[in-house]
């Protein structure tokens, strides 16, 4: 039986969400040492790659079980007794034989917290803070630049291993909420960074430090005006479109 993992996640204790060679302390090594003390020898599959220290509030993941594995009830409790407490089940279902965490996904939504209030410590892992202030309807000029379909080569980390650069991104908008500016990003899918370097450039035209122009520049490929990746603190996979 195919089952279908919806997940939450804390990432700053994470060296990232893929299986690495290097290192077990992956969301996905996590997941798969505590499947591995419940029998399922099956590696999970996600929706997409996260950076370490990105987090979660709905990453998706299939998993093929073996057949004495049959009662979901039960395997949700187990495997939440099993997995720390920085990773969080929401939902475990069954899945259709051929759905696929990664390629069945239409869309990925994530969003970019940020403050520019004074530092807390108790949500620097959580929240991005910026010593300039958020000007909404400047960064939503910036925002908006990246809807549509663009080739993305020069809003990407070095190592992407893929045919093509171009992605659509179906909305880019900002908003408030409860005294924290967040950004937006809806896409058919990401190049490896990217939206930490769309957010980098983002506050850099909040700042002056980058204007309008010379981001349009940098979507155009016209030239590369910075390359610089936003924290990875307020960076969350929000939701997976299938």
Same mark, same amino acid.
């Given at each position: ?5 919806t997940?939450?996640?804390?990432g ?10 290097? $290192? ?5 090594? @996590? ?12 590696? &999970? ?15 998706? @993941?299939?998993?093929d079980?073996? &057949? ?15 997995? &720390? ?27 970019y917290?940020?403050?520019?209030? +004074?530092?807390?410590?108790? =949500?620097? =892992?959580?929240? $991005? ?11 939503? =000029? ?6 549509? =379909? ?9 190592g ?5 650069? @171009? ?18 990003? +809806? ?10 370097? /769309?957010?980098?450039?983002v ?6 430090? /980058? ?12 030239a ?12 969350y996979l ?5």
């Amino acid at each position: 039986m195919r089952i279908k993992l919806t997940l939450s996640y804390n990432g700053s204790r994470f060296s990232g969400s893929q299986s690495q060679t290097e $290192t077990g302390n992956t969301v996905m090594g @996590v997941l798969h040492q505590a499947l591995t003390r419940l029998g399922i020898s099956a590696k &999970p599959v996600a929706s997409g790659r996260t950076d370490a220290g990105v987090h979660a509030f709905r990453q998706v @993941v299939h998993i093929d079980l073996p &057949p004495h594995w049959s009662d979901l009830v039960k395997l949700r409790r187990a495997l939440s007794h099993q997995l &720390p407490a920085s990773i969080a089940i929401r939902r475990l279902e069954a899945a259709e034989d051929d759905f696929h965490a990664r390629f069945s996904a239409h869309r990925r939504v994530y969003r970019y917290i940020m403050s520019d209030r +004074e530092p807390n410590p108790f =949500e620097a =892992e959580l929240v $991005t803070f910026v010593a300039a202030p958020l000007d909404l309807d400047r960064i939503n =000029e910036a925002m908006h630049r990246f809807e549509g =379909e663009h080739d993305f080569e020069f809003f990407k980390k070095t190592g992407s291993d893929v045919k093509h650069y @171009v992605r659509t991104v179906y909305k880019a908008f900002a908003y408030r909420h409860r005294g924290y500016t967040i950004l937006y990003f +809806e896409a058919n899918g990401y190049l490896r960074s990217q939206i930490r370097m /769309m957010a980098d450039a983002v506050l850099k035209v909040n700042s002056g430090e /980058m204007r309008l122009p010379q981001l349009q520049e940098q979507i155009d490929l016209k030239a590369r005006h910075s390359t610089d990746l936003a924290p990875a603190a307020g960076l969350y996979l929000s939701k997976i479109i299938y």
